[in-house]
T-cell receptor, first 115, second 114 residues
Framework: DADVTQTPRNRITKTGKRIMLECSQTKGHDRMYWYRQDPGLGLRLIYYSFDVKDINKGEISDGYSVSRQAQAKFSLSLESAIPNQTALYFC??????????????FGPGTRLTVL | AQSVTQLDSQVPVFEEAPVELRCNYSSSVSVYLFWYVQYPNQGLQLLLKYLSGSTLVESINGFEAEFNKSQTSFHLRKPSVHISDTAEYFCAVSRVGGGNKLTFGTGTQLKVEL
C-alpha cells in the first residue's frame, strides 16, 4: 500500500466551485506539505504544517486554504476555483527527526483542471 | 531567499551514453541540496542529497552529484544511462535552519533513446 495517498487523482471542475483535495499518510510523519506543479515552473510550496496545531503559508498561498484534521490527514481547499489554478498538486510528508535535513516523501499527485 | 536554476529543460541522450544534468543555486546562507526524480505519472522520489561531509554523493542506481561551493553547483551525472532513467529530474535546496522548506528548480526532462 502507498504510504502517501491523494484523493481524487483527477478532477475537473468549473470556475467558482469549491473543491477539496485530500492527503493521507501512513508513515507516522509530523510534517506535511502541499505543492503545485506547473509545466516549466517546477514545484512551488502552497502550505505546510509541522504538526496538527501548526499551519504555515508557503510562497503561493493566495486562493488556497488548508486543514490538518489529524497527524495523518492534510487537506487543501480552493474556496472559489479559477482557471489559473489548473495544475498538478502534490502532497508530501517528512519525519522532522533530522530537522531541516529531512527527506520529503511525495504522494502520486492530483491533476486538477478548472474550466 | 534561495533560488535554483536548471538551465536545460530537456536533455536527449542515447542509451549507454553519459549524461550530466546541471543545477546551480543561489543563497546567502548555507544550504542542503537534493535531487528528486519524477517518473511518468508518479510523484517525486528522492534520488540523492548533500547535507555535509564528502562533496560527492551517490545514489543506488548509479547517479552521482558533486557539491561545488565555489561554483554554487550541484550537477547530476551518470556514466551510462538506461532507458529506465527516462524521467524528469528536479534539483532542490533547503536553507540550513530554514524549517525544511524546499525550493525547487524548474526541472530537466531526461529522455533516453535507443
Amino acid at each position: 500500500d502507498a504510504d502517501v495517498t491523494q484523493t481524487p487523482r483527477n478532477r475537473i471542475t468549473k470556475t467558482g466551485k469549491r473543491i477539496m483535495l485530500e492527503c493521507s499518510q501512513t508513515k507516522g510523519h509530523d510534517r506535511m506539505y502541499w505543492y503545485r506543479q506547473d509545466p516549466g515552473l517546477g514545484l512551488r510550496l502552497i502550505y505546510y504544517s509541522f504538526d496538527v496545531k501548526d499551519i504555515n503559508k508557503g510562497e503561493i498561498s493566495d486562493g488556497y486554504s488548508v486543514s490538518r484534521q489529524a497527524q495523518a490527514k492534510f487537506s487543501l481547499s480552493l474556496e472559489s476555483a479559477i482557471p489559473n489554478q489548473t495544475a498538478l498538486y502534490f502532497c508530501a510528508t517528512s519525519d522532522g527527526g533530522q530537522g531541516m535535513r529531512d527527506t520529503q516523501y511525495f504522494g502520486p499527485g492530483t491533476r486538477l483542471t478548472v474550466l | 531567499a534561495q533560488s535554483v536554476t536548471q538551465l536545460d529543460s530537456q536533455v536527449p541522450v542515447f542509451e549507454e551514453a553519459p549524461v550530466e544534468l546541471r543545477c546551480n543555486y543561489s543563497s546567502s546562507v548555507s544550504v542542503y541540496l537534493f535531487w528528486y526524480v519524477q517518473y511518468p505519472n508518479q510523484g517525486l522520489q528522492l534520488l540523492l542529497k548533500y547535507l555535509s561531509g564528502s562533496t560527492l554523493v551517490e545514489s543506488i542506481n548509479g547517479f552521482e552529484a558533486e557539491f561545488n561551493k565555489s561554483q554554487t553547483s550541484f550537477h547530476l551525472r551518470k556514466p551510462s544511462v538506461h532507458i529506465s532513467d527516462t524521467a524528469e529530474y528536479f534539483c532542490a535546496v533547503s536553507r540550513v535552519g530554514g524549517g525544511n522548506k524546499l525550493t525547487f528548480g524548474t526541472g530537466t526532462q531526461l529522455k533516453v533513446e535507443l
